[in-house]
């Protein structure tokens, strides 16, 4: 007899569906969408379909191992938990006493999202006073660019973007990244609404979209200022909603006049008329709506770039109507759940350095007294999905560097582990997961017992803070007991729900949030700020992107088929996915001499790294696209697409700037 489970997918998606577990003797044996889940009720993506098939994977991580061979090697030979964490401390603790703790790293990105096993290393590492390590691996710039503008305001959740009438797709890959969106989108009475992609490839095949404007990769600021121009030059926009509710509107219109749609064609690539017709359809709708990804915020000019297109989304009033407006930035506009008592940033009683995440070659590559000595890896790849990959990599091979990695899979980081621990899976742990791309709220408990001797990630720590000797009873509580504190304790928010909806949390399950008011302005004086007296250039004006001397813009995409590093283990998934590709503009590609499907080498000052070309029309020029983080192992060569990228950070929030770099292209001089 098998009974059904509730669970929430942990990944980096902003979707967080719900998931039915069918158990089976305590086996999962199969999976499906949670029907009473406020997103996912009509359907999950094909790669968590068959969750089970990773959590069940020959290939996963079962116990702890400990390094056999040289580093990177991939010889590791199995040891007990306690001698794991006996080693782990005992070195730490000889570190800390010679060098302080601020000479061991923890790094931690998005493998899991649910508030408590994201959170807790935190705590763990704030008690022992480690480096701190600044979290800006995605989009902190669209995030800070978009708070400039909007302070605190909710944009747009996703489910109510039905009753918009018009729909603009700017940056984002919605068929690999939002499935529930794609199919809102694709309902017959939603296709009667002109849907308008502008990215810098077509990156569906074109059957969603009504038309794909493709740009040169980090122009959009120009596109949005001319669009602007526009809409102002021929009476289109909203002047009474831009002077009651958008402080320096005067100002920056006086600004306009120079950015003509002929300017912006020379710097973005689309024709000035393109660029005229896309503002006079924006404008002919009342509630238009610009659903904006992640990918042009990745440039040194990305918060910029944003503080223009959000600006854009004011400019004809559509805000004030049912879906209009902006929508995937950020729809919450209050706290859902506190994270002090999860991250306890009392813990730390002396100030400490941080580093950046993006900038872990040169983390790694101190020296001296700010060498760091250890590295601390959970729910995360930085050999994978961090800038300057070889950086990495030497850092990673230092003999004198003492690398642990929590980890489900043998990831490109935990190959070069001295010590690697087996972790759990969502389904084998408890949570709280706020979801970031909807207004909903959901929690579970494990559907199954944890595989072999794997450990979530607040088992692990509540281990590591014993053997440190920290005696606080944060450590000696369980999983569940931090998320019944937090049902307990809750926010206003969740407070205010009813109290059927608070048992729903209370049993394991999701709820469906208030969406917020839009026009709520969430900033200090009410009204959205066109100048930010904040912000390092207070008055918005077109800037540009770093560029550089390679005449190709190598630019990184979702992949349908993974998600980030997740699902690499499936081979189902990555036959779909196939060899690491670069897409390039026909003309770009029979300028070099490359056809379709050949081994090509894109190079430039950092590295060099092996695609399969793929060779296309949908594409601007001088644009190059990766789809997916592959694994070093699949590569030809062993380097991946962030062997090309480069430390450098973002205009706005220290963030990655992985989509502007340049790149040149040759057929390889190998073969497969
Ligand atoms: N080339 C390229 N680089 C990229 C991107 C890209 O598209 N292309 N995307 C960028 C973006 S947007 C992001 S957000 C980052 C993501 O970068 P990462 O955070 O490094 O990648 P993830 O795949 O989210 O997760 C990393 C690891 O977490 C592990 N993990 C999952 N759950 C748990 C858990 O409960 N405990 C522990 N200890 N480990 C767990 C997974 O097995 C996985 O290997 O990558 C960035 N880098
Ligand atoms: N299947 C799948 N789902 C995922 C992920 C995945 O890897 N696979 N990753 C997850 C993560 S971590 C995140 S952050 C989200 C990201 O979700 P999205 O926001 O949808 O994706 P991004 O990677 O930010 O941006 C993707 C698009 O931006 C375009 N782009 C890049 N630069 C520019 C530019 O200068 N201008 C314009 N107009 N477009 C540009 C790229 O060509 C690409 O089509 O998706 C999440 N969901
Ligand atoms: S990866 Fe995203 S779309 Fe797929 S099940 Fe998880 S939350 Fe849903
Ligand atoms: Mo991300």
Redesign the pocket.
């Known amino acids: 007899m098998s009974e059904i489970k509730k669970s929430i997918c942990?990944?980096?998606c902003p979707n967080t569906c719900g998931l039915l577990m069918e158990v089976e003797d305590g086996r999962i044996i199969s999976v499906r969408n949670d029907p009473d889940h406020p997103v996912s009720r009509n359907g999950i993506c094909r790669k968590t379909a068959r969750y089970q098939d990773s959590i069940y994977s020959k290939d996963r991580i079962l116990t702890p191992l400990i390094r056999a061979g040289k580093k990177g090697s991939g010889e590791f030979a199995p040891v007990s938990w306690e001698e794991a964490i006996r080693r782990i401390t005992d070195t730490w603790k000889q570190i800390i006493a010679e060098s302080g703790p601020e000479a061991i790293l923890p790094s931690?990105?998005?493998?899991?999202?649910?508030d408590i096993?994201?959170g807790c290393g935190d705590a763990f590492f704030n008690r022992m006073g480690a480096s701190r390590q600044v979290r800006t691996?995605?989009?902190p710039a669209k995030g800070a660019a978009y708070s400039s503008v909007a302070g605190k305001t909710g944009c747009q959740d996703p489910r109510e973007i039905a009753d918009s009438d018009l729909y603009i797709i700017w940056g984002s890959n919605l068929e690999a990244t939002r499935p529930q969106l794609m199919s809102l989108l694709n309902r017959p009475e939603n296709r009667a609404k002109r849907r308008i992609q502008i990215d810098t490839y077509a990156n569906s095949d074109g059957a969603h979209f009504d038309r794909t404007i493709c740009i040169k990769a980090g122009m959009d600021g120009a596109l949005a200022l001319a669009m602007m121009h526009v809409l102002d030059r021929e009476g289109l926009s909203d002047e009474a909603f831009l002077k009651e509710y958008a402080e320096g509107y005067e100002e920056f219109r006086k600004t306009l006049g120079s950015y003509t749609p002929e300017w912006a064609e020379t710097e973005t690539g689309i024709p000035a008329e393109t660029i005229r017709t896309l503002a006079r359809e924006y404008a002919s709708v009342k509630a238009p709506v610009i659903i904006l990804g992640?990918g042009a915020s990745?440039y040194a000019n990305g918060g910029m770039t944003v503080r223009l297109i959000v600006i854009l989304s004011l400019f004809t009033g559509a805000w004030k109507y049912p879906g209009g407006g902006l929508c995937g930035c950020t729809p919450i506009d209050t706290s859902y759940v506190d994270q002090a008592p999860i991250k306890r940033p009392d813990f730390l009683r002396t100030p400490v350095r941080s580093l950046n995440i993006n900038q872990m070659a040169s983390a790694l590559a101190l020296a001296g007294e700010e060498a760091v000595r250890s590295l601390y890896?959970?729910?995360?790849?930085?050999a994978?999905?961090?800038?300057n990959q070889e950086g990495v990599i030497r850092g990673l091979m230092r003999e004198d560097l003492f690398t642990v990695?929590?980890?489900?899979?043998m990831?490109d980081?935990?190959l070069y582990a001295d010590i690697i621990?087996p972790?759990?899976?969502?389904v084998e742990?408890t949570d709280i997961y706020r979801c970031y791309g909807h207004c909903t709220l959901g929690t579970a408990r494990p559907a199954i017992a944890p595989l072999g001797e794997s450990k979530?990630?607040w088992n692990?720590f509540a281990l590591l803070a014993e053997a440190m000797g920290y005696e606080d009873d944060y450590f000696k509580q369980t999983e569940d007991q931090m998320l019944q504190y937090l049902l307990d304790h809750p926010t206003p928010a969740v407070a205010a729900l009813s109290e059927a909806d608070r048992q729903i949390l209370q049993e394991g399950g999701s709820i469906s949030m208030p969406f917020s008011d839009h026009m709520k302005i969430g900033t200090p004086s009410g009204k959205f700020r066109i100048v930010d007296e904040s912000m390092p250039i207070p008055l918005p004006r077109y800037t540009k992107a770093r560029g550089g001397s390679y005449p190709l813009r190598l630019v990184?995409?979702?992949?349908a088929w993974s998600?980030?590093?997740?699902y690499?283990d499936r081979k189902d998934l990555m036959e779909h996915r196939g060899a690491q590709k670069l897409i390039l503009h026909t003309q770009d590609a029979a300028e070099r001499g490359i056809s379709d499907g050949q081994l090509i080498e894109a190079y430039n000052d950092l590295s060099s790294v092996f695609f399969e070309a793929v060779v296309t029309d949908r594409i601007a020029r001088e644009n190059a696209v990766?789809?997916?983080?592959?694994n070093r192992a699949d590569c030809v060569g062993g380097r991946?697409?962030?062997a090309l990228?480069s430390e450098n950070l973002s205009d706005l929030g220290e963030g990655?700037t992985?989509n502007d770099n340049r790149v040149e292209v040759r057929p390889a001089a190998i073969r497969y």
């Open positions: 942990p990944y980096d931690c990105y998005s493998g899991v999202m649910s096993q994201r691996l995605c989009s992640s990745r890896v959970y729910g995360n790849n930085p994978g999905t961090v800038s990695v929590h980890e489900r899979f990831t980081t935990a621990l972790a759990t899976f969502s742990q979530s990630n692990t990184a995409s979702p992949s998600l980030n590093c997740e690499l990766c789809e997916g983080v592959y991946a697409f962030n990228t990655t992985m």
